[in-house]
């Protein structure tokens, strides 16, 4: 299957330089595998450079579904139990996760967000085995990235996203798509396809996840589990039931509802098997939320038949009231991690903000004495008590300056370094170290590690302040170019937004909003060089509408205006994949039909006719039909250029009329077979 041609807008969305995306090892990773012929062996160092990543790539290789398995201990091993394939994916997806922070966009959750798709991935892995095909690893990555393009959307285009959000909240998801296309002509959707495969993930994969973005499970109809949309589906169905919260919509309480009773009937599974999968999936997603360090709850299926019984409760009420909101299920399940402020601090506030500060040190004493010192020149301080919990806090809260202590176990104040240089995020933070040390090597190594100052102890308060405004100058200049680069890309993204509406104008026809001829003609010029360079495809319909000089003189202009838009809506609707209309001028619209030859557009053809037909338009004291006549012309049979396959499918056009209007024609077709094989093809 060939991958689709990236549209422009995420071209546009990509140069912005803020799309979520790998980072430290994943960079690495991506660039030793974009080839096919890339080296396990390359890989497995990648990834053994980061100790977090190789900890979480043995755990799912030595995952519960593996019982009975000999226990594996190397990345190399993992990558021949899993495939280097997979574990390539694994690690891109943690590496995309390890790189979240909170950003811009008011009105997206960012805590809810991650929370549910860790849910998700994990419901995702659980069900795998009803899927045959899918592997748990493959499930679990894809219930991860499953929605990455929202978080892009909301990362690069945060102040119209929130309105977005905001607009469409507790509406179906068609609705969501339909505003995200109007506001950046693209969506979400489409966007994190486009980002899967820039990540070398395989088409099949983004297309399974984009599937699954667009069509959400139904409550309603045949609902299968054959494939991973199909998956992902069920899985996002558990993960919904296990994150509803007080401000969830009782109308979506209900929908989850439907889906948990849905995913029963197509497993086949009775009150008591739904129980143990969620108990199941739940203690696992506590257990990777420790390790993710991201916010997970408590949850049975006790507590959310309960809240579903609750919140249908609400929507009954809603319903008969017709009031369509103002009541609000009670009953919560993930409390805990969602509030009802789901406004993020704003980029421009930036500067007036306390300075964060993180204090780590392993001994009880010291670390008191320090944050009280710290706290009383007014920082906001949190603390850690060794540095792999200083890891966590870091990666979490996001501290402006580190003041940490060198000796310590598990992880030493140079290792913490070390460990956070290699991140994004931890790039950027001013780190203290204090130490006992006097040896000049060791302070060398220090600064080599990442270090930016030191501190002798015993420590002295005024001594450490002295050291600590150098890195508040440094974080306030950080948060200036931080503010100025929100506001840069920003306005870069609303100028290309612009610039994009007005191409789009440019080539639009205003009255009947579809393409005009000017990107008519520059779509088949590109696709005669495509055909000619690389063999394939593609055909031209002339399309006229029959009688429309007499619309026009009997009925009005604005009649004749309300025909044409409906003929076009008409045509449009019909077509399917990269086909597309454009109006070149008067009554006259031209499709383009994308890998057709001549039989294809034939039938293409036909097809249109027939629903052009039966198209009714409705205008002031006009309701009748239209019909139309189609020539069509193809790339295969045989035109020299452009010019002359245009001209063919213009004199066919003619032809139609000349024998009767309503009817396709092909291009150096002989009327007599033409008619004998449209009866041939009535009559089979």
């Known amino acids: 299957m060939q991958n689709r041609v990236i549209p422009v807008e995420f071209e546009e969305l990509k140069s912005s330089g803020t799309l979520p995306s790998p980072a430290g090892v994943g960079i690495k990773i991506l660039e030793i595998t974009r080839t096919d012929e890339f080296s396990a062996d ?9 100790s977090s990543l190789t900890g979480r790539v043995l755990e799912l290789a030595n995952s519960a579904d593996r019982a009975g398995q000999e226990p594996i201990t190397t990345v190399s091993a993992a990558i021949m139990r899993l495939g280097a394939t997979t574990v390539r994916n694994l690690a891109l997806a943690f590496s995309v996760i390890s790189e979240r922070d909170n950003g811009a966009c008011n009105g997206f959750n960012y805590p809810l967000y991650w929370s549910g798709s860790l849910a998700r991935a994990v419901a995702a892995k659980s069900l795998s085995v009803h899927v045959g095909g899918v592997s ?33 909240r507790g509406q179906p998801m068609s609705a969501v798509l339909a505003a995200e ?5 693209i969506d979400h959707s489409t966007v994190g396809y486009c980002m899967m495969l820039d990540w070398g993930l395989p088409d099949s ?41 007080a401000t969830t919509p009782p109308r979506r309480i209900n929908e989850v509802g439907e889906q948990i009773e849905r995913l029963q009937e197509v497993l086949g599974y009775s009150d008591a098997d739904v129980a143990r999968l969620v108990g199941q999936i739940a203690g696992e997603w506590s257990r990777w939320g420790e390790r993710l360090d991201i916010a997970t709850c408590d949850v049975s299926f006790e507590s959310i038949k309960e809240a579903i019984r609750r919140g249908r409760e609400a929507f009954k009420k809603e319903v008969s009231l017709q009031t369509g909101g103002g009541i609000r299920c009670e009953s919560v399940v993930a409390d805990n991690i969602v509030t009802t402020e789901d406004v993020v ?36 301080v949190s603390f850690a008590k060794n540095g792999a919990e200083a890891m966590r806090i870091s990666m979490r809260e996001g501290p402006d300056l580190i003041v940490a202590d060198q000796e310590m176990p598990e992880m030493s104040g140079l290792e913490l370094t070390r460990a956070l240089r290699r991140s994004k995020r931890g790039a950027s933070m001013y780190i203290v170290l204090l130490t006992g040390a006097q040896e000049e090597d060791l302070l060398v190594e220090a600064f080599e590690s990442g270090v930016d100052d030191y501190v002798q102890k015993p420590f002295d308060a005024r001594h450490l302040m002295a050291r600590l405004r150098a890195g508040m ?32 104008l440019s080539l639009t026809d205003l009255l009947t909003e579809v393409p005009n001829r000017r990107h008519a003609m520059e779509r088949v010029e590109s696709e005669w060089k495509s055909s000619v360079r690389s063999g394939s495809q593609f055909a031209v319909l002339m399309v006229d ?114 024998l009767g209007r309503n009817q396709v024609r092909s291009a150096r077709e002989d009327p007599q077979e033409a008619d004998g094989l449209l009866a041939r093809r009535k009559s089979a």
């Open 181 to 185: 296309n109007t506001a950046f002509d």
């Open 473 to 504: 100058r440094i974080v306030g200049l950080q948060r200036r170019i931080e503010e100025d680069r929100r506001t840069i890309l920003r306005q870069l993204a609303d100028k290309n937004n612009f610039n994009r509406k007005l191409k789009m």
């Open 345 to 380: 601090e704003d980029a421009r506030g930036l500067v007036a903000e306390k300075i964060k500060v993180l204090a780590v040190d392993d001994d009880p004493v010291a670390l008191r004495l320090l944050v009280t010192v710290l706290r009383k020149q007014g920082f906001d």
């Open 545 to 658: 509408i029959d009688r429309f000089k007499a619309v026009n003189d009997t009925y009005g202009h604005d009649v004749g205006d309300v025909v044409l838009k409906s003929t076009a809506q008409a045509i449009s609707g019909t077509l399917r994949g990269e086909n597309q209309v454009a109006r070149l001028g008067g009554e006259e619209f031209l499709i383009i039909a994308r890998g057709a030859n001549a039989e294809d557009a034939r039938v293409l053809g036909e097809r249109v006719r027939l629903v052009v037909e039966e198209n009714v338009v409705e205008a002031e004291g006009f309701r009748d039909g239209v019909t139309i006549s189609i020539g069509v012309a193809s790339f295969d049979q045989g035109f020299v250029g452009i010019s002359e396959m245009m001209k063919a499918a213009d004199d066919a056009v003619y032809q139609a009329k000349t």
């Open 205 to 245: 994969f983004a297309s399974a996840v984009e599937s699954f973005n667009l069509e959400r499970l139904s409550p309603a109809g045949d609902v299968t589990l054959d494939t991973l949309s199909d998956l992902l589906r069920f899985a996002d169905a558990i993960s919904s039931a296990m994150l509803l919260t």
């Open 136 to 168: 748990s690893e493959e499930a679990y990555v894809a219930g991860l990235l499953a929605e990455v393009g929202v978080l892009a959307l909301a990362t690069v285009h945060s102040e119209p996203y929130a309105k977005v959000l905001l607009e469409t």
């Open 42 to 50: 390359d890989m497995g160092q990648a990834i053994m450079s980061d």
